[in-house]
T-cell receptor, first 114, second 112 residues
Framework: GEDVEQSLFLSVREGDSSVINCTYTDSSSTYLYWYKQEPGAGLQLLTYIFSNMDMKQDQRLTVLLNKKDKHLSLRIADTQTGDSAIYFCAEITYSGAGSYQLTFGKGTKLSVIP | DVKVTQSSRYLVKRTGEKVFLECVQDMDHENMFWYRQDPGLGLRLIYFSYDVKMKEKGDIPEGYSVSREKKERFSLILESASTNQTSMYLC???????????FGAGTRLSVL
């Protein structure tokens, strides 16, 4: 079955860049996503990338997609303490009869050291 | 802004009780989803629905059922709660067959 892998923890100093990596397995995924979860809250969609793109930039966020290696990364520039959260990578997979579902990684907990 | 509202943030129930978790969305989305989130396991899909009165099993449906009588409301039912159902439950909704899912704040359920 499909699987999405990401490291569980990342620690960076405030002001540095953070890079969170993810590998996925479904080569037919048309969209890949990054969600953010702050403590005690639900998931917030940060950004997503269509599979025919290599890169997407949105303010401090840069998403890189390597389709050949099935590797997705999220770079956060000038990381702030407010960026401390769990970041989930997700891919969309076709579950049959015209329906789709998201498969999530286990999440990377980003800790920002002041 | 899309709003997905889960009726309770925290819930404590006893083993064997019937538990209802409610989710309401205000964007006329066709699709609604229930996930559970456990440390080290990430999010796992329990059930989803693409239309009123329609439901499909996700990856871990055992011990759960769902109800979708109205488009805006999707209920998760634990017929007889067990301690291994202690978890964070997240509801999501989407348009476009699930391409972009919007999440509620979650319900943290403890079964004693």
């Amino acid at each position: 079955g499909e699987d999405v892998e990401q490291s569980l923890f990342l620690s960076v100093r405030e002001g540095d860049s953070s890079v969170i990596n993810c590998t996925y397995t479904d080569s037919s995924s048309t969209y890949l996503y990054w969600y953010k979860q702050e403590p005690g809250a639900g998931l917030q969609l940060l950004t997503y990338i269509f599979s025919n793109m290599d890169m997407k930039q949105d303010q401090r966020l840069t998403v890189l997609l390597n389709k050949k290696d099935k590797h997705l990364s999220l770079r956060i520039a000038d990381t702030q303490t407010g960026d401390s959260a769990i970041y989930f990578c997700a891919e969309i997979t076709y579950s049959g009869a015209g329906s789709y579902q998201l498969t999530f990684g286990k999440g990377t907990k980003l800790s920002v050291i002041p | 802004d899309v709003k997905v509202t889960q009726s309770s943030r925290y819930l404590v129930k006893r083993t064997g009780e019937k538990v209802f978790l409610e989710c309401v969305q205000d964007m006329d989305h066709e699709n609604m989803f229930w996930y559970r989130q456990d440390p080290g396991l990430g999010l796992r899909l329990i059930y989803f629905s693409y239309d009123v009165k329609m439901k499909e099993k996700g990856d871990i449906p055992e011990g759960y059922s769902v109800s979708r009588e109205k488009k805006e409301r999707f209920s998760l039912i634990l017929e007889s709660a067990s301690t291994n159902q202690t978890s964070m439950y997240l509801c999501a909704s989407s348009f476009n067959r699930g391409y972009i899912q919007y999440f509620g704040a979650g319900t943290r359920l403890s079964v004693l």
